[in-house]
């Protein structure tokens, strides 16, 4: 089955603040929708609601996965059933070596007894290393402990490569990445498109979408996406900023914060 | 049942059970003298926990042993810990020795592995030389009693230059709480010697179910240049009061490592320390503990450094589940005169539930100015971004929690040089874990 992502007025808030205000998107298997969006207007908290970060309560709306809806279920739930999020600020797990937990996250995909045999795993993630051009040595490395900006954002993208998700969200995956490790990283999620999976892609810079082309791009202020185009309307953000979109639509303080 | 006298021996039956085991003058005279002592001066007294409220004078009566004639008639709690091929074994049941074995290899470079009652009657000029030496008998209740009562224990001689490749291991196991169980485990390694002894000591549940008390004393004598790793387990059941109290003696460039997991279910005093007489000495201990239903831990690890250029390094790590609680205390004491000298801790208690309490103690007393010393010690939770993190990757809320709790145990666990150590400890470590 195709893959078929709906996002239906979405609200999220955080300690009882209202941070997102209703957001509606739909992603098809093979799309690339990225999110555009001035700082601290939502766009991280939309992809830790979809995950299911436990500060964020969903309060309206639905997130469905080929029917299933993900907000009914836990945290672990949503990723076996096929979400990813590579997240902004990846945590730090001192004494689990990466590659117990790389094992341990496939492994938590198939059924008790049928594990990954140790050989065929190692041969697969030193696979997708060393197409990431990443040292070997991290697979033993204590996961992200450590681990400079730019090493955790592979790291993610790694993973992300190895759980062979069905909607990938990538938050800020080009931060702290430096040039070559940009365009490896932007190789590595290219080499995953296929008509079985959807991205989202929230990013600042219009760089990486260089490397990854978008179907289309959302402007996201005050918890909601308020513009939506082709990859022209990233190119005119770059060049021009947000002002013209806030102008055009009436905003003056574009975050959620005072709203 | 066991007597509940504040102090359950007197000299009269301490020195007549004495020589009804046929031990020499010198040993008779010292229990007594001990039993006498233990009826006058206090339990000892560490930090924020009060161990007279727990059940202390539950010691038993002597259970003569019986020896087995081969490791098959061992119960199964003592035979699945017995490193496989092992030739150099030692298995206490109760009151007294009733296994021994040491390879012929080691026994004609002049190795001796016996047990200490055994050695007393053997080795007696020996053993008088250090028994009681690394600690005063009359330190408190808890050595005086050792001294007065101790019985079957662990003998372990190296001579100069030896090596001793392979880990000699005791089991020591307790399968009847009406026994005094209550080992005394001496080391001794000559200069330049080298040797790895490894111990476990456990209880039969369905037997000891009873309360018991362990007291128990090491003593490891660490001669210039020789190299002592110590490796020993304790998990006990819950009806038992473990207390044991650790001492090497370290001299020039002699090096001490210690690798200690306190598994008991049951309330549990274990204070290990390294006194750094020589110069260069070095000490390593690690410790890990995992505490579980209501059960009390007072971890100490201490460091005394008299040896210039000496060193040492002490980590404690405990995980505690439920109301457990763990006190621990972390002592580097550098004398004047010790220059050159570092010392360094870390303690650091993770909780596993609201109730579970825990309390890291670091002390860093200082008489010398050239030294480099440091400690870090923290207290907290497992972090619920840790397991999000996890988790958003489809592992379940259970096994991300299982993997942070044993990587926070890695850095000791993985660290263990000793494989059968490590394994035996893993697997331990699982047991109370998964519990
Ligand atoms: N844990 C929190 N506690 C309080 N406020 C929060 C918390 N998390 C997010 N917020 C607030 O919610 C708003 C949206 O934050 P969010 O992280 O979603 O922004 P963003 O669009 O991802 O910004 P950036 O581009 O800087 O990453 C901000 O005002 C932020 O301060
Ligand atoms: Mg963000």
């Not at chain 2, 003058?25 to 161990?51: C, D, F, M, Q, S």
């Amino acid at each position: 089955m195709a893959t078929h992502f709906v996002i239906d007025g979405l609200k999220a808030a955080i300690d009882g603040k209202e941070i997102l205000k209703g957001i509606n998107l739909e992603i098809k298997g093979g799309e690339i929708h990225a999110i555009m969006g001035p700082n601290g207007t939502g766009k991280s908290t939309l992809a830790s609601a979809l995950m299911g970060h436990p500060k964020y309560e969903v309060t309206e709306g639905s997130a469905q996965l080929n029917g299933e809806d993900l907000l009914e279920m836990e945290v672990d739930e949503r990723a076996r059933a096929g979400l990813f999020l590579a997240m902004q600020y990846p945590s730090e797990i001192p004494g689990v070596t990466n590659s117990d937990f790389l094992r341990s996250a496939l492994n938590a995909r198939r059924e008790e007894g049928n594990e990954i045999s140790l050989i065929k795993f190692i041969r697969q993630m030193e696979g997708k290393m060393k197409e990431l051009e990443m040292n070997p040595e991290f697979a033993h490395r204590y996961l992200n402990e450590g681990f400079s900006g730019g090493e955790k954002k592979r790291n993610e993208i790694l993973q992300m490569m190895l759980l062979d998700p069905k909607i990938v969200v990538l938050d800020e995956i080009d931060s702290g990445l430096d040039i070559d490790a940009l365009r490896i990283v932007s190789n590595g999620v290219n080499a995953m498109r296929s008509e079985e999976r959807g991205f989202l892609i929230i990013t600042h810079y219009q760089r990486l979408l260089n490397y990854i082309k978008p179907d289309y791009v959302h402007v996201m202020m005050q918890g909601r996406i308020v513009k939506s185009g082709g990859p022209e309307l990233a190119e005119r953000l770059e060049n021009e900023g947000y002002d013209w979109v806030k102008e055009e639509l009436g905003i003056v303080d574009e975050t959620v914060g005072q709203a | 049942m066991s007597t509940q006298l504040s102090t359950p021996t007197d000299r009269q039956s301490a020195e007549a059970l004495a020589r009804s085991k046929g031990e020499p003058n010198w040993l008779v005279e010292l229990r007594g003298e001990a039993a006498e002592l233990a009826g006058t001066i206090g339990w000892p007294k560490p930090e924020k926990v009060r161990i007279e409220r727990w059940n202390l004078t539950a010691v038993g009566s002597y259970e003569q042993p019986t020896a087995v004639k081969a490791i098959s008639e061992l119960p199964e709690i003592v035979r699945e810990l017995v490193s496989e091929g092992t030739e150099n074994l030692l298995v206490q049941r109760n009151s007294g020795s009733v296994w021994k074995q040491l390879s012929t290899g080691l026994a004609n470079k002049g190795v001796i592995f016996t047990d200490l009652e055994t050695a007393c009657k053997e080795h007696g000029e020996l053993v008088q030389k250090y028994l009681f030496q690394a600690i005063a008998k009359d330190e408190d209740k808890l050595t005086a009693l050792n001294a007065a009562l101790w019985n079957g224990g662990v003998f372990v001689y190296v001579p100069k230059n030896v090596e001793v490749e392979l880990p000699l291991q005791a089991i020591l196991y307790n399968d009847n709480s009406e026994s005094t169980f209550a080992p005394h485990i001496l080391i001794v390694a000559d200069s330049h010697s080298r040797v790895t002894y490894v111990d476990c000591v456990v209880s039969e549940p369905g037997t000891a179910a009873a309360p018991f008390v362990h007291p128990s004393i090491v003593e490891v004598f660490v001669k210039p240049g020789a190299h002592v790793r110590f490796g020993s387990i304790h998990s006990m059941g819950e009806t038992g009061v473990d207390m044991t109290i650790r001492r090497a003696i370290i001299e020039n460039d002699g090096q001490m490592e210690w690798i200690i997991g306190d598994l008991n279910d049951g309330n549990t005093l274990s204070d290990t320390k390294s006194i750094l007489k020589g110069q260069g000495s070095t000490s390593d201990a690690k410790v890990i503990s995992v505490g579980k239903n209501a059960q009390q831990n007072s971890l100490t690890t201490q460091a005394v450094h008299f040896g210039k250029n000496s060193d040492s390094n002490m980590v404690t790590r405990a995980v505690m589940k439920d109301s457990a609680s763990a006190i621990i205390n972390g002592i580097t004491k550098i004398e004047h005169g010790a220059t050159k000298a570092n010392g360094v801790q870390t303690e650091k208690v993770l909780m596993l539930s609201p109730k579970a309490r825990g309390d890291a103690n670091p002390i860093l007393l200082i008489d010398e100015d050239d030294v480099t010393a440091g400690h870090a010690a923290s207290v907290g939770q497992v972090n619920p971004e840790q397991v999000y993190y996890l988790m958003s990757r489809g592992i379940s809320k259970q096994d991300a929690e299982r993997l942070i709790i044993y990587g926070f145990l890695a850095p000791v666990v993985s660290e263990i040089p000793v494989e059968a150590v490590r394994g035996q400890l893993q697997r331990l470590l699982e047991r109370k874990l998964e519990g």
